[in-house]
Every structure is written in C-alpha cells, then in structure tokens.
C-alpha cells in the first residue's frame, strides 16, 4: 500500500523478503507508474484492489503482515481491511494529517497488532542492502528513475513530489 515516493522504498523490501525466504511481495500504489519495475524486481503481483485480490488469494483470511508505505488516508484504511484476524500491520508511511479510524471494525475486533516503524534499525537494514547488493542478489537500477546534479536540487525535489519518482539520485560529483 503505497504511494509514489515510498514505492521503491517497498520494492526494496520485496527484495529484502524474497533474498530471506518470504513466499512473495504484492504491492498497490496510487500511482500506475511503479507496476513494471516492481515485477522486474520479483514482485508476485502489481495490484490496484489490493484487499479484493488479498482476500482472495488468502480464501477470505487476509494478510498476515501489511506494511503500509506511503500514509495516504485510504492506503491505511486499506492495510487493515487486508490483514487477517490477528495478523500485524507495520506503518511507514507519515500522513499529512489526521486519519479518521474505525478503531472498532478495523483494529479491536480483528485482534490485529499495529506498529509504528520509526527507522530504529535503520543502520543495520543499510549494511544488509549493502550485502545484498555486494552479492548481486540485488539490482536498484530499475527504481532509478531520475538523476540530477547536485546544483538541480530544486529539480529533482520537484520530480519526488510530482509523484512520478521513483529514487532519484543527486550526483555530487
């Protein structure tokens, strides 16, 4: 469940899964424009109703984990429509506001665990990547979307928030 500026960041932890032994990644955006990369990356499947195609490739169940990416408002209320019964719900993403919440129907009468993901292992996850990317099981080229050089800072800011970017690299040299 993801928006534009957090969809490589999900498609890094596609990576991450696979490279561990999960069983497969599914992802959804707001945006249609991450749907190629992301299967070049081993995405199982590129969705746009992410819960209708959860629920049925889990036989009604849901998810066990969803993590959401980008805090866009109906990307949340999504996340806990696809979680099964006790299942965990991992937030990433910062909404730019309140979120109205049915704490009832979407939280406390599905049992379901909520964590908030401050970046706290944020050293660790940069030595594995590093791993990963040493040992070739890893290609970020096709999330590359953009390069500037450093002087075209306001460009490449532009470029992230116009919601077509993927990861946009500064060139400082």
Known sequence: ??????QSDQRTNNTQTTVQGGSGTTIT??????????LQLGTVQA???????????TAGEGADVVCEMSGVPSALHQAFAAVRMGGRVQLLG????MVPMDFANEIIFKGITVYGVIGRKMYQTWHQMRRFLIGGQ????PVIT?????????DALAAIRSGDAGKVILEIA
Not at 94 to 97: A, K, L, N, S
Not at 138 to 141: K, L
């Open 1 to 6: 469940m993801s928006a534009s500026a957090s």
């Open 29 to 38: 955006g707001v945006q249609g424009n991450f749907n190629d990369p992301a």
């Open 47 to 57: 969705l746009s109703d992410v819960v209708k195609a959860v629920l049925a490739e």
């Open 94 to 97: 910062i909404p730019d506001g």
């Open 138 to 141: 890893f290609d970020p080229r």
């Open 146 to 154: 953009h390069k500037f050089p450093l002087p075209k800072i306001d």
